[in-house]
């Protein structure tokens, strides 16, 4: 199964993504991840990524294919993999295209989270995650059952991240209409396109898109 998610920064992509990872065993492969991975151990790619980021603007092109194109021959990306966050622009749904066809691939769906946009800046804002396991959480949505206290691994360390407040958020949601949003269209004239109402609560959500899964 090769999966693209896309939404806005905040719908729920990289929530919905852990999950299905859980459940079929197949790697989720954030941009975003990746990009914030490289910044940390300070690489050149790391170098040129890190201002635009903190700016909420989008990385280029070729740095991000590069990146997704060489991930996508692991091993562990055999059996499919779950793209988040990435295509983010025409040019990169071009080059996914291309990638899968080079390699004798083909993508399954991509499913659309769908959110209004005035609670995107809530769910930006409010986001924080284990420092150690990744587990994603949020001040108001999504607590630890113990305060304080990772619910999968017990941890008491969790991070934020730099672009998540709500200046950036406006520049990055403008990035999404205005290079993200046409890969909506593109999608759906390829009749891949399902869209789910990533206004739900989390568990609701998940059996949209489990419900779009089971039929491929
Ligand atoms: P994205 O990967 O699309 O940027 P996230 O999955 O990180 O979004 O979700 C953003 C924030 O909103 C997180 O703090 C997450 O816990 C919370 N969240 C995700 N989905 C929902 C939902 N359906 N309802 C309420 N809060 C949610
Ligand atoms: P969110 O899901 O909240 O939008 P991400 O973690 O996917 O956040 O992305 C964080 C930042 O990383 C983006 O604002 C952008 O600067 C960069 N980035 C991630 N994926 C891409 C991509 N496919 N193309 C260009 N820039 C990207
Ligand atoms: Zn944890």
Excluded: W
């Excluded at 492969?29 to 940390?40: E, F, I, P």
């Excluded at 980021?53 to 092109?61: N, P």
């Excluded at 040019?91 to 659309?112: I, N, R």
């Amino acid at each position: 199964m090769r999966l693209i998610l896309l939404g806005p920064p905040g719908a729920g992509k990289g929530t919905q993504a852990q999950r299905i990872v859980e459940k079929y065993g197949i790697p989720q492969l954030s941009t975003g991840d990746m990009l914030r991975a490289a910044v940390q151990a300070g690489t050149e790619v790391g170098k040129r990524a890190k201002a635009v980021m903190d700016a909420g603007k989008l990385v280029s092109d070729d740095i991000v294919i590069a990146i997704v194109s060489e991930r996508i021959d692991q091993p562990d990306c055999e059996n499919g993999f779950i793209l988040d966050g990435f295509p983010r622009t025409l040019v990169q749904a071009d080059a996914t295209e291309a990638m899968l066809k080079g390699k004798g691939l083909e993508l399954s769906k991509v499913v659309e989270i769908q959110v209004d946009d005035k609670i995107l800046a809530d769910r930006v804002s409010g986001r924080y995650t284990c420092a150690n396991c990744g587990a994603g959480y949020h001040d108001t949505n999504v607590k630890p059952k113990v305060e304080g206290v990772c619910d999968r691994c017990g941890s008491t360390h969790f991070k934020r991240r730099p672009d998540d407040n709500r200046e950036t958020v406006v520049t990055r949601l403008g990035a999404y209409y205005k290079e993200t949003s046409p890969l909506i269209g593109y999608y759906y004239a390829k009749g891949k396109l399902q869209s789910v109402d990533g206004m739900a609560d989390i568990d609701h959500v998940t059996g949209e898109i489990e419900g779009i899964l089971s039929k491929l």
